[in-house]
């Protein structure tokens, strides 16, 4: 696994999952994301933070999630 908060080194195959996922839609809550990738809660939990952390999606109010 890459793993770095620098936008520039390679994504995560989660991490990947999460923003094929999110897409072009406006924003996701995370049972939708759970559907859409088929990832463990701790899977997607993590992946989520790392992409928060290098600043690709962010989280909303009532755990929706949306690409930057």
Do not use: H
């Amino acid at each position: 696994r890459a793993l770095s908060k620098s936008p520039w080194f390679p994504l995560t195959t989660e991490q990947m999952r999460c923003l094929e996922a999110l897409g072009s839609t406006v924003s996701m809550d995370v049972s939708q994301i759970l559907a859409a990738t088929a990832m463990t809660i701790g899977e997607l939990t993590m992946a989520l933070i790392e992409l928060e952390m290098r600043g690709l999606v962010r989280q909303l109010p009532g755990q929706r999630y949306e690409r930057v």
